[in-house]
Structure formats: structure tokens, C-alpha cells
């Protein structure tokens, strides 16, 4: 697959089959994930691959409470608004991205397989979201669509116990990223052009070109 394709076309894809990943996919998605960069080559990082149901139906209930505490915290405001004026563009699209997120709680066991991270003393992510992207990028070059979630952190501590996480170690949970085969198409994702959201040299200086439409395909 073309890099460009993957880059452009590796969404979220949360609507996903319950067919198994082969262990030969899963494998050159963790292999891929190995090799991005890591600070100083520490490689201070531990992936697990969860595919077993039972754990899978002790996580999908924590996970759906995490959502509904993120939909009444975080985003209440922004979703009150939304609900508000569903006929506004904007708005619109933060409905349609709920909807698809509030899909992958209520199928959370579902998917065929997960991908959770976890990384030692640097709580930004700059040490493990480039593998963790790698994946998702692989994964797409295997036909398969993947989604991050980060919002097990509202009960982490459950989280870690149900898998076995050792407590005292330093370990601390990064994402989970579902993976599955999507039901949906794979197309380029809208964003805001990139002028929108990037400068140069200072904050708030003009870029200097403006890019209106995906340069690719």
C-alpha cells in the first residue's frame, strides 16, 4: 500500500466484524509498532494483545461507564449545544462522532481485538504514541480499521487489576485501540485545512500557503 494511502485513509473505524485478526496480521502489527522511534532507544514501552472474551466482558462495562462520565464531563457542554442546534454543520458532526463513539462502548466485547499500551515515566506519550500510530498504520495496510481510546483513565486502577498490571512498577496506561474489519468504506477523513491550524514562526503568523483541498490521492 501506498505510505500516502495509509496516512490519509487510516480514520477511526469503530462499526467492525467480529471476525477474528489472524495471528499472522496481528503479528506484523505488533512487529511494525516495535520499530518507531524511542527516546533515547529505551524502549520503555509493553503492549498486550487482549482477545479473550472473559476479559473482554469484565472491561466492556468499566469502559461504558468511562464514556458516559467523559459525555457528562468533558463534553457535556459542547454536547448540550450540539443537541441544542443539530442543524448547524459543526454541530452535526460532534453528534455524528458521539454516535460512533457511544457505537464502540455498547460493542465493546465485540471487537475481535485489542491493542492496550503502556509506558514508563513519561505520562505526555511522546515514547509510545508513535508505535502505538505505527500499528494503526499497519493494521490499515492489513485491511483492518482500529480506533484509540484513551478514556479508561476515569478507573484506571480497575483497568490494571483486571489485567494483571504489576502495581509499584511504573507502568502507566496509555491507549486501547480496538481493531476489527470494518463494515464501512475507508475514505479520506474532513478535517480543517491546514492553515486553519498551523503557523510560522510565531503563534499566529500565516503559514504562507494554504492547502484547501487533500493532496491526496
Known amino acids: 500500500m501506498d505510505v500516502y494511502e495509509a496516512l490519509y485513509t487510516t480514520r477511526a473505524m469503530r462499526r467492525c466484524t467480529p471476525d477474528p485478526i489472524p495471528i499472522d496480521a496481528q503479528q ?9 522511534p524511542s527516546g533515547g532507544n529505551t524502549q520503555n514501552w509493553r503492549f498486550m494483545l487482549v482477545d479473550d472474551a472473559g476479559v473482554k466482558a469484565q472491561l466492556g462495562p468499566i469502559y461504558r461507564s468511562c464514556l458516559e462520565q467523559l459525555w457528562d464531563t468533558i463534553y457535556k457542554d459542547r454536547l448540550e449545544a450540539a443537541q441544542a442546534d443539530p442543524g448547524d454543520p459543526e454541530m452535526a ?7 460512533s463513539a ?6 465493546f ?38 480506533s484509540l481510546t484513551s478514556v479508561f483513565m476515569f478507573q484506571i486502577d480497575k483497568v490494571l ?8 512498577s ?3 496506561f496509555s ?13 479520506v477523513a474532513p478535517r480543517r485545512p491546514v ?21 491526496w490521492p
Open 28 to 36: 506484523r502489527i505488533l512487529d511494525a509498532a516495535i520499530r518507531a
Open 109 to 146: 466485547e465485540e471487537y475481535p481485538l485489542l491493542l492496550i499500551s503502556f509506558v514508563q515515566f513519561d505520562p505526555s506519550g511522546g515514547s509510545i504514541f508513535p508505535a502505538t500510530w505505527s500499528a494503526m498504520l499497519a493494521a490499515r495496510a492489513e485491511g483492518i480499521g482500529s
Open 161 to 168: 487489576e483486571i489485567l494483571g498490571v504489576p502495581k509499584d
Open 175 to 187: 491507549s486501547c485501540v480496538t481493531f476489527g474489519y470494518p463494515t464501512g468504506r475507508w475514505a
Open 93 to 99: 458532526q460532534l453528534l455524528r462522532i458521539q454516535r
Open 195 to 215: 492553515g486553519e491550524v498551523s503557523y510560522r514562526n510565531r503563534w499566529g503568523d500565516p503559514l504562507g500557503f494554504e492547502v484547501r483541498e487533500p493532496l
Open 102 to 107: 457511544q457505537h464502540l462502548a455498547d460493542h
Open 170 to 172: 511504573g507502568w502507566l
